[in-house]
């Protein structure tokens, strides 16, 4: 099978790159189809709107608490790792109890955030839910193995573990369907998911010849790293309120029923996030060598990428939109079809997820990282405020034009820095096409 040819890159390296990682890709497709299939469709038709918000819940408040216990580490060891892999048991025992330590500390600022969230009016979803998830944080804290394969460059590794956690976690919540289990059996189901996948990760070490009960803690080294990671942690909070806040403040103002049908919504519109980070990985070297050799085929490399993501969201967009109340005339049951409006507005945010995949990684390549930072703190801010007006006045349809408003102004904001504005440039000359009709003229 040949791989369609991109503008401005190299075919060979493009047929090298998807030759060793293609089939691993459709894989991880796959498991990503089949865990959408059930944990999105076959639950939110076992399960009524009101007990699919409830659901949904935990896991949205949760994940705020695991960007923190993850302490930014993950990225920070597997650069140490690279540099001192002599070091491995004890960078790797340090940061897993630092973890672990962060995890147990999220429990009590679980229960705070639970009880100022209940503060606008009383929650639907029990506080017993929340904790069963918010020990998710706890036993991540063993996913520090992943920097170690890393830093071994074998993601391969990794993504079978990933790929085989997804459809485990899916697998089990479709026996529990058949079943017909309680909720509650699924609201342990996502804390089963982080076990299992603590469990690929331990498993696959084990395998590979390493030994756990080596690791050790050494306290001499927990300033250094806290010192040298906190910006990335800081960074992943800031992401997380950035991309998540919309579902947590939702049941602040109207029912858990209208969580429900909003998330299988936004389930479909982000289901879609992985093209822009598989592009980006794949291209993004021949990027970084142009800028090397030849500044302007460096120029030229970005702005082609830029086209394609365009390209690429506005079809999905399009589509999507387009066809919103078929889809959920297919997919869901009636009490879920008021979800296909709010699913033809909130696609359209992709657009910019994908332009801001690409433009975060020349801010990276330049050095930018606070920059990077700045301009997701502001997408957070943006998000937050026009949910707290949006929400009350327009329901779930007002989170997601919050959304899109939201991802729009963090991925231009760089227009606003003297210094980053030609990129914010380039991508206003492909989001209104008007680089693509260049090329064809020229042509």
């Avoid at 639970?114 to 929650?123: Q, V």
Wanted: proline share 4%; glycine share 6%; charged share 15%.
């Amino acid at each position: 099978m040949r791989i369609p040819s991109i503008p401005g890159f190299d075919q060979q390296a493009l047929e090298k790159y998807f030759k060793n990682t293609g089939w691993l890709l459709i894989a991880r497709v796959g498991s990503m189809v089949v865990k959408f299939v059930i944990n999105s469709v076959l639950l939110s038709r076992y399960l009524s709107t009101e007990q699919f918000g409830i659901l949904n819940y935990p896991m949205a408040i949760v994940t705020f608490t695991m960007a923190i216990a993850a302490l930014g580490l993950d990225g920070f060891i597997t650069r140490e790792l690279l540099t001192h892999p002599e070091r491995k048991d004890t960078l790797l025992g340090t940061a897993f109890w630092l973890r672990l330590m962060a995890g147990f500390t999220t429990l009590p600022i679980v229960f705070v955030a639970y009880m100022l969230l209940s503060l606008a009016k009383p929650l639907e979803t029990p506080f017993s839910y929340v904790l069963i998830v918010a020990f998710t944080s706890v036993v991540q804290s063993v996913n520090i193995i992943d920097s170690f394969f890393q830093s071994k460059v074998q993601g391969k590794s990794i993504m079978y573990v990933q790929v085989s956690g997804n459809v485990i976690s899916a697998l089990v919540k479709l026996v529990f369907i058949i079943l017909k289990l309680p909720l509650i059996w699924f609201v342990y189901s996502l804390l089963f998911d982080a076990i299992i996948l603590a469990a690929g990760y331990i498993i696959l070490y084990i395998k590979n010849d390493n030994r756990i009960r080596n690791w050790t803690y050494d306290g001499r080294i927990t300033g250094y790293l806290l010192k040298h990671s906190w910006p990335l942690a800081f960074s992943a909070i800031l992401v997380t309120i950035y991309m998540k806040i919309d579902q947590v403040m939702i049941p602040m103002y109207v029912k858990a029923s209208e969580l429900g049908i909003y998330m299988t919504a936004a389930s479909l519109s982000e289901n879609w996030y992985f093209i822009p980070v598989a592009i980006v990985t794949s291209v993004f070297p021949a990027i970084m060598h142009a800028r090397k050799t030849d500044i302007e085929r460096y120029y030229k490399r970005l702005q082609n990428m830029y086209d394609l993501m365009v390209v690429l969201s506005v079809c999905i967009a399009l589509i999507m939109s387009l066809g919103a109340n078929f889809i959920y005339h297919i997919l869901y049951t009636k009490p879920y079809w008021p979800a296909a409006p709010v699913l033809a507005v909130h696609v359209w945010a992709g657009v910019f997820v994908f332009l801001g995949s690409a433009s975060g990684q020349y801010l990276i390549a330049e050095g930018y990282f606070k920059l990077s930072m700045l301009r997701t703190g502001v997408g957070a801010i943006v998000n937050i405020v026009l949910n707290i007006f949006f929400i009350p006045k327009y329901g779930i349809i007002g989170a997601a034009y919050a959304t899109l408003i939201a991802y729009a102004v963090a991925t231009f904001f760089i227009v606003l820095i003297p210094k980053t504005r030609h990129q914010g440039l380039m991508m206003f000359k492909s989001l209104f096409l008007i680089s693509l009709f260049q090329k064809i003229i020229k042509r």
